[in-house]
């Protein structure tokens, strides 16, 4: 069976799920304390980081990305990257974006101040770093908003992974309550559209009874 | 004539700048001040970061590794992406190694510290980032080492998109005098492999008179 080691609140772990999902791929979820620094783990990625892959051949993937691409190569049905180069170059932009600008500005932010710092470092968040987090999320609503108003999803005519990164870090933000739909409508309309999904199910099951999430967060229509 | 907006130092421009030698496509180097958020630059790039590739058909392209990967597919001669889908996989997790955990750990501490806060931010350097960054460097140093004792380049028998990836972090690193390379003789003999490549060399020329580069810098026996 097909193993993915992940840690539940990660939105690189919930992007694999997704793509897994998506292409109705069976696997086995190893929840992985990374912060124990397991030797066993750290020989399938030295990164020493989630999420990891174990294909059903034994091949073991690490990074997202990486494991994204593969599992788009090696399963080419439902693609997720697009058709084209340049459809192609357009869904990894905005995959970078999620990956990188949303995660850095936002997710690093809240998720760090909110849960890392509070269950690994006894720490309180803190008020400014929150606020920061908060003030670029609205920013990203609105550019996601902006291409929704465009695009029938957010790289064109059809899901692809742009939209699957996205969910990834928005579906985390929206778990910790910090996003005002009612500000976002289009973001929010997108946000809808994709969390009807069957892939995202399972995702939107997960929760921990010490860390509950928002009260709309599974629920299809934000009430 | 292609187009590459870049910041001289960044590692990110760096990586483009060598992919595109590698592949000999002509191209001419436009330093974007990305500070300055000019307007223009926003409309290429809405993450107003730089590199951004307009590539002789106008397309316009923005984020290193969107770039790379279709630079590699529309120019496929001297292929940098390895040739089947395990191949590409071992060579994404180490160009995600050096653009992700690298810059973060690394780079990140030791540019932001020397250069990016003494001219943009008249700050003085915290010795505790830069003891931090060195600290984590001589880790990178030996994997680097690690993968070279085993293989023929970092990901391989050939130079692939991992050796660029990998250069053009520890170019930057090195400009700034951070490498104690005779602690590092196998990570050393990589990078005189790559550094004697003709594709470093206008990377290894430039530099810039107010901030000048260690003496070995561009000299490929690093005396």
Redesign the interface.
Known sequence: MRQLYHFWLSPFSRKVRLVLAEKKLEFELIAEPVWDRREEFLLLN??GEVPVLRDEDG?V???S??IC??LD??YPENPLFGDD??H??EI??LV??FD??FNREVTDHLLGEKLLKRFFANGVPDTAILRAGRTNLTHHLD?IGWLFERRNWLAGDHLTMADIAAAAQISVIDYMDDITWSKHPRARDWYMRIKSRPAMRDLLADRQASFPPSRHYANLDFE
Do not use: F, I, M, S
């Open positions: 030295p990164a091949t993937l690490a990074d990305a990486v691409e593969y190569e090696v180069v340049k192609r170059a990894r932009r970078a974006w990188g600008k550019y």
